[in-house]
T-cell receptor
Framework: GIQVEQSPPDLILQEGANSTLRCNFS?????LQWFHQNPWGQLINLFY???GTKQNGRLSATTVATERYSLLYISSSQTTDSGVYFC???????????FGQGTTLQVKP | EAQVTQNPRYLITVTGKKLTVTCSQN?????MSWYRQDPGLGLRQIYY???????DKGDVPEGYKVSRKEKRNFPLILESPSPNQTSLYFC???????????????FGEGSWLTVV
């Protein structure tokens, strides 16, 4: 099956810093999504981004499907950005969703 | 309010005692799915359902059963729980398969299950 690897596994930032999280996947996928799990365990969709670039406020994401990776950029980080960031991939016409192990981000004030 | 509701949120049970974790969504979504989250492993899909009476295995279905008799409910059944099923469980729903047009996936708040 498809393997998904995220890096780095852990990241500590000072408030205001920028960061880049990476998601590599082992096979061609039709679709990719990024999620944020806050410190209370709640999971939220961030981006649906099978290819190209999207931006939402201080967050942006880029997927290069031909090279099998995606990047999540966090600019001017805030303490509320802390938590775990997951990417998940899948193929069209299936309900299977494969998550990476996540990147745990801690933003210090 | 759009919601995915799981119950119970916290449960300690004993090996072999059958239990059911309920999941209900109020958004008329076709797609529902169960995941377990374990440290260092991310979320792993247990089962999913593309519509009523249509279910399929995810990556870690062993020891679990599901049913989808009506659109809003997707219970997860542990017929004979074992300690290796101690985990945090999430239910999720989406209007269709999450890979049709980038539908938003809504997650429940999670159910902490401990099997002793």
């Amino acid at each position: 099956g498809i393997q998904v690897e995220q890096s780095p596994p852990d990241l500590i930032l000072q408030e205001g810093a920028n960061s880049t999280l990476r998601c590599n996947f082992s096979d061609s996928v039709n679709n990719l999504q990024w999620f944020h799990q806050n410190p209370w365990g709640q999971l939220i969709n961030l981006f649906y981004i099978p290819s190209g670039t999207k931006q939402n406020g201080r967050l942006s994401a880029t997927t290069v499907a031909t090279e099998r990776y995606s990047l999540l950029y966090i600019s001017s980080s805030q303490t509320t950005d802390s938590g775990v960031y997951f990417c998940a991939v899948g193929r069209r016409n299936t309900g299977k969703l494969i998550f990476g192990q996540g990147t745990t981000l801690q933003v210090k004030p | 309010e759009a919601q995915v509701t799981q119950n119970p949120r916290y449960l300690i049970t004993v090996t072999g005692k059958k239990l059911t974790v309920t999941c209900s969504q109020n958004m008329n979504h076709e797609y529902m799915s169960w995941y377990r989250q374990d440290p260092g492993l991310g979320l792993r899909q247990i089962y999913y359902s593309m519509n009523v009476e249509v279910t399929d295995k995810g990556d870690v279905p062993e020891g679990y059963k599901v049913s989808r008799k009506e659109k809003r409910n997707f219970p997860l059944i542990l017929e004979s729980p074992s300690p290796n099923q101690t985990s945090l469980y999430f239910c999720a729903s989406s209007p269709e398969s999450p890979f049709f047009s980038g539908n938003t996936i809504y997650f429940g708040e999670g159910s902490w299950l401990t099997v002793v």
